[in-house]
């Protein structure tokens, strides 16, 4: 029920901010607005406030909207309205109006980001940890408990800034697969230091993986001793009789002494018995353990349902809140919608290009997935996880697609350049170009969707 609430929300607000774009400029340019809709198919409710002449209604399916100007290409129009039809607007005004609904998600996203970055947003600090040996983390010498503070230049303050900054260097990158990448860090001592990160044999496609590992960058982890904090309900862990406070001395026989260690064997062993040596206080006991096998990143791997015991304090230690001043959070904001906007026509141009596999886009199922789960961590997340969708919309709609806001455009260009509209032949074709194109687009999305659900 928070999934499909929490989804129907954000479509809700995103389509009325949408929508909004263009009522409002419409009205500006005296066309006739003759529906606002949010929703497609059968009307469910409808309503006239006061003497208004638009017809404000709910629609029976909840994936878009739409505004119906009046228009002679449509319908008949009395004699005394014609000069309020869209159709009879100058082509620079017809061109505000497609426009304004893809710039209001932009405005949208921009107004949540800065409420986020004057509120504050919970993050991970950028904290390295030890690079495994040959990868160009550690070719490059960074040392554990290293705090990046720059990449290329540009300042880092949380861990999603080291994966997002990495990502888009990757990205503009398109004159080398890889590089150097300049990083600035300041070791534990205090001292800061200078890196040059190998980013040649890292390409588009391992985007689609842990890619700041395939470079040896790693999080920071405090040392997490093999001791059982809490067990899940029904788990492996739990029909095995593990309490919280149990602690690991052996795992198939061998000696563990870190928390990692116990993982390591445990999705080393997927459906394969484990034996475990614990104390439990001061009495020593031995266990048989056959971890659940799960399907991750492709392989199978081994799961028991429990979570090591954390220090708070250790916990809290390694998160920040990045935040800003009012001035400063419009500046970033205006930023990250701009950056989220180019990555995200990169990540399609790559696509479409076949550098980038199609298994990267998403449909419905995989977004109600994600409002939900945004949701659940609570108002910062969801309206973070709105921002990010609001920006995505508008890039969509401006793409050069007949039926998107971007196919109209394109025809408002043609008829700039040429002196006149293009003709109906021109739009009828269009018209059946665009539904195959996003007929095709929604089939793989969809597609999508559904094996993410089933491989998990």
């Known amino acids: 029920m928070t999934t499909l609430l929490a989804f129907i929300g ?21 066309v006739k607005v003759l529906r606002f809709s949010v929703g497609f198919g059968r009307v469910l409710l409808r309503k006239h406030f006061g003497n208004g002449e638009t017809e404000w209604v709910i629609s029976a399916i909840p994936l878009g909207g739409y505004v119906k100007m009046l228009d002679e290409r449509e319908g008949d129009v009395a004699p005394d309205e014609v000069q309020r039809a869209f159709n009879r607007k100058p082509v620079l005004q017809r061109m505000a109006i497609v426009v304004a609904g893809p710039l209001a998600n932009f405005l949208l996203a921009i107004v949540l980001y800065w409420i986020l970055f004057i509120h504050g ?32 230049g540009e300042s880092v303050k949380s861990w999603q800034d080291v994966r997002w900054l990495v990502m888009k260097n990757l990205l503009g990158s398109d004159d080398r697969n890889g590089g150097d990448l300049q990083l600035q860090g300041r070791a534990p001592d205090g001292t800061l230091r200078y890196h040059l990160l190998d980013m040649r044999h890292l390409s588009v496609q391992d985007l689609e993986g842990d890619f700041l590992g395939k470079l040896g960058l ?21 029909r095995a009789g593990l309490l919280p406070g149990d602690r690991i001395v052996a795992a198939d026989g061998l000696q563990v002494g870190r928390w990692q260690e116990v993982v390591d064997i445990v999705r080393a062993h997927p459906d394969r018995p484990v034996g475990l040596e614990i104390f439990r206080g001061e009495q020593q006991l031995s266990l048989q353990i056959i971890p659940q096998s799960v399907r991750e990143n492709g392989l199978l791997v081994g799961r028991i349902g429990a979570a090591p015991q954390v220090d708070p304090d250790a916990r809290s230690a390694l998160l920040t809140s990045v935040s800003y001043g009012p001035a400063a959070a419009l500046e970033e904001s205006l930023r990250k919608t701009w950056d989220t906007s180019l990555i995200s026509l990169k990540m399609l141009g ?37 921002a990010l969708i609001s920006v995505s919309l508008g890039v969509l709609n401006l793409l050069p697609i007949p039926l998107l806001d971007g196919g109209h455009l394109l025809y408002y260009v043609a008829e700039l350049l040429k002196g006149s509209p293009v003709s109906e032949e021109t739009w009828a074709l269009g018209q059946k170009i665009g539904v195959a194109l996003l007929g095709t687009l929604m089939v793989f999305a969809i597609y999508n969707d559904i094996n993410r659900l089933i491989s998990g």
């Open 218 to 238: 790693k999080l920071y982890e405090p040392l997490l001793l093999p001791v059982i904090g809490h067990v899940l309900e029904d788990s492996v862990a739990q």
């Open 350 to 386: 790559k696509m479409l290009l076949g550098e980038v596999s199609m298994k990267n886009l998403s449909g419905p199922i995989t977004i109600a997935d994600y409002a939900g789960q945004s949701a659940g961590m609570g108002l910062v997340a969801y309206l973070g996880f709105l």
């Open 121 to 152: 947003v919970p993050a991970l600090k950028p904290l390295l940890g030890e690079p495994p040996l040959g990868t160009p983390a550690a070719s490059a010498k960074i040392v554990p408990g290293e705090m990046l503070t720059s990449i290329e």
């Open 10 to 30: 954000a479509i809700a607000l995103l389509v009325i901010f949408h929508e909004l774009g263009h009522y409002w400029v419409a009205r500006l340019c005296d």
